[in-house]
Each structure stands twice: as structure tokens, then as C-alpha cells.
């Protein structure tokens, strides 16, 4: 059985960094595709980026593209989501996903983190 767990979320200025790790445990790491998703209070659960089990390929939200960075080092089992120049409207849990094989952009991930609270200050 697969277990994900997050850490790295917290409170950060507007126009400030963070970097949410997700440890990955369970089954072969790079077999798996991995992604980030958010959820604002009272929203569906919404893709912020994913990327391939090799992570050659890589995908982002449109309102992440050029200020967040999805990697991960397979030797350590560990998935990364840096964020730069965030914003107020950043502010959201962000959970971490895995599915078997092949990278998808939908919430259709068989395996789910416990999430992380990230606040941006304005």
C-alpha cells in the first residue's frame, strides 16, 4: 500500500518561497507519477502540477507556470513542489498524489497525502 505524507507548508509573505516535500513509501517510487493538487475551502480539489515517474515530463497549471517547479529524486523515494514569487491567492492545501504509470492533470490519482496548509500574507 502506498502512504504519501506532506511537509514544508507554513505562512509566508506574498512575493516569498517555499519548497512542500512529499515522502513516497510503499511500492517502487519510479513507477509512479506524481502530482500536486490545492483545495480552497469550499472548492473542488484543483491541479497545480504533475510529472512522470522519470520526470522528463512535467505539466502546470496555467496560474503556476513560471513561479513553481515539480521535481523529484527517485533515490529518496521523495517528490518537491518550490514555490516562488507566491501570491495571496496561493493560500490553499496543497496534497500530494500518486497513480501507476502515466501522469494525468485530473484528481483521478489512486493514492492521496494528508495535505498542507499553505497561507500567503498579503
Known amino acids: 500500500q502506498v502512504q504519501l505524507v506532506e511537509s514544508g507548508g507554513g505562512l509566508v509573505q506574498a512575493g516569498g518561497s517555499l519548497r512542500l516535500s512529499c515522502a513516497f513509501s510503499?511500492?517502487?517510487?519510479?513507477?509512479?507519477?506524481m502530482g500536486w493538487f490545492r483545495q480552497y475551502p469550499g472548492k473542488e480539489r484543483e491541479f497545480v502540477a504533475v510529472?512522470?515517474?522519470?520526470?522528463?515530463?512535467?505539466s502546470y497549471a496555467d496560474s503556476v507556470k513560471g513561479r513553481f517547479t515539480i521535481s523529484r529524486d527517485n533515490a529518496k523515494n521523495t517528490m518537491y513542489l518550490e514555490m516562488n514569487s507566491l501570491k495571496p491567492e496561493d493560500t490553499a492545501v496543497y496534497y500530494c498524489?500518486?497513480?501507476?504509470?502515466?501522469?494525468?492533470?485530473?484528481?483521478?490519482?489512486?493514492?492521496w497525502g494528508q495535505g498542507t496548509q499553505v497561507t500567503v500574507s498579503s
Open positions: 498524489a500518486a497513480r501507476f504509470a502515466r501522469i494525468s492533470t485530473t484528481t483521478n490519482y489512486n493514492y
Open positions: 510503499g511500492r517502487t517510487f519510479s513507477m509512479y507519477a
Open positions: 510529472l512522470s515517474g522519470t520526470g522528463s515530463t512535467t
